[in-house]
């Protein structure tokens, strides 16, 4: 019997002080979701799942409703879960007409033979799993609505909206069984070119897992992310016998050196070993084990 643990981030950018309060809030509320589900003896998968769901559902994150806009004015979506135990996964890109993403992408995993689908093909196969469609309009709110204005109607630079931008959730377990699970969900980045998918979704990229390595989830600029495969890089280093923590700080070092790219990480591994790292300003992290959580704005 392995003892479970939890870990969850919000996203790491530069988060506002009025957005501290919101953004650990949306932490605790994912965190109890995905506990609640490892204590009901659930698997990492089932507690991934919990977690990131409610992170999709809260207007703080960019995820799910309350996403940043595309340049077309449209939320656009991309989520992956992947099982650390038979690496089965399942990814979702560009999807709109989906309140919850992760949930899609865990059907995929769990009820089809393939392991990736896109736009309104990922959208007639939720229909046909009983997934319900919703109109975008659902996803969008004022904020954002304003925000994509500020940028292309006012003309505001790109690095102001890099320094208020917000960044994609991701969840990590551990069960009692000793089995990984990783789920990253993103609303991508801001003003993208309908279309786009950023590295939340692809597997290695922005998400990962293997019981014989780590579990991962990053956030962060897609594009530099992807090149490096980030996020199997890190898991290989821990394969190879680095600590989780030194890892995760070695991928973000990889990052900002070979591309001067952004982002934060989260690791573990079949030990319950923890790492999280990033050179954003800050970035929104949760943790729980039996009798202990914590989580916290790292700066
Ligand atoms: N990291 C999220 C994205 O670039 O889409």
């Given amino acids: 019997m392995h003892k479970p643990a939890l870990v969850v981030h919000g996203g ?152 208020a931008s917000h960044d994609t959730v991701g969840a990590l377990a551990l069960d009692k069984n000793g089995n990984l699970a990783a789920a990253t969900s993103t609303g991508g980045t801001l003003n993208k070119t309908s279309g786009r998918v950023g590295d939340s979704s692809l597997i290695g990229c922005g998400c990962y897992a293997d019981n014989q390595s780590a579990a991962v989830s990053t956030t962060g600029w897609g594009e530099a992310i992807m090149k490096l495969v980030l996020g199997k890089w890190a898991a290989d280093r821990v394969a190879a016998g680095t600590p989780p923590q030194q890892a995760a700080s070695e991928a973000i070092n990889y990052l900002q050196k070979r591309l001067s790219g952004h982002g934060g990480i989260i690791v573990i591994d079949a030990q319950g070993r923890l790492g999280i790292a990033h050179n954003t300003p800050r970035m929104a992290w949760g943790f729980a084990t039996p009798g202990q959580q914590a989580c916290g704005i790292k700066r």
């Fill in 12 to 163: 790491g950018w530069a988060i506002p002080d009025d957005m501290v309060e919101p953004h650990l809030n949306g932490i605790r509320a994912a965190l109890a979701a995905g506990w609640h589900a490892l204590e009901r003896g659930g698997s990492a998968l089932d507690a991934i799942e919990a977690a990131v769901v409610v992170m999709e559902d809260d207007e703080a994150f960019d995820a799910g409703r309350g996403s940043f806009l595309n340049r077309d004015g449209r939320v656009q979506l991309d989520a992956l879960i992947m099982d650390g135990a038979t690496l089965r996964a399942g990814g979702v890109g560009c999807v709109e007409r989906i309140r919850n993403p992760i949930h899609l992408a865990r059907i995929v995993l769990e009820d089809s033979p393939h392991v990736y689908f896109v736009g309104p093909g990922a959208e007639r196969f939720a229909e046909e799993h009983g997934v319900p469609l919703i109109a975008n309009e659902e996803l969008v709110i004022e904020r954002e609505v304003e925000r994509l204005r500020r940028l292309q109607v006012q003309g505001e630079s790109p690095a102001d909206v890099f320094s």
